[in-house]
Nanobody, 115 residues
Framework: QVQLLESGGGLVQPGGSLKLACVVS????????VGWHRQAPGNERDFVAS???????QYTDAVKDRFTISRDGVKKTVYLQMNNLKPEDTTVYYC?????????WGQGTQVTVST
């Protein structure tokens, strides 16, 4: 069973930075893409960013130029560097890994942007 374990969430002031990490139990290049979603209370999980097996990255418009997704194959880890954080970025962030038509999810890590 594929497991994804996120870390790096926390409380940060507006304009601050956080770096999320997601350790995957398998070789990340086994997946078509790995990435991040987020879910605010009462909302569905929304796409944030992804990186495919070829290294192509995608971002939702709300985080372009502020967030950067990267990966380390040796460490089987996916990162999300989040800069210039805004209060509206406050939510739970989930790591995801896609293979064919299946998506695996981590347990989530809370990010809170507040004074």
């Amino acid at each position: 069973q594929v497991q994804l374990l996120e870390s790096g969430g926390g409380l940060v002031q507006p304009g601050g930075s956080l770096k999320l990490a997601c350790v995957v139990s398998e070789n990340i290049f086994n997946f078509n893409a790995v990435g991040w979603h987020r879910q605010a209370p009462g909302n569905e999980r929304d796409f944030v960013a992804s990186i495919n097996v070829g290294g192509k990255t995608q971002y939702t418009d709300a985080v372009k130029d502020r967030f950067t997704i990267s990966r380390d194959g040796v460490k089987k880890t996916v990162y999300l560097q989040m800069n210039n954080l805004k209060p509206e970025d406050t939510t739970v962030y989930y790591c995801t890994a896609n293979i064919l038509n299946k998506r695996y999810w981590g347990q989530g890590t809370q990010v809170t942007v507040s004074t």
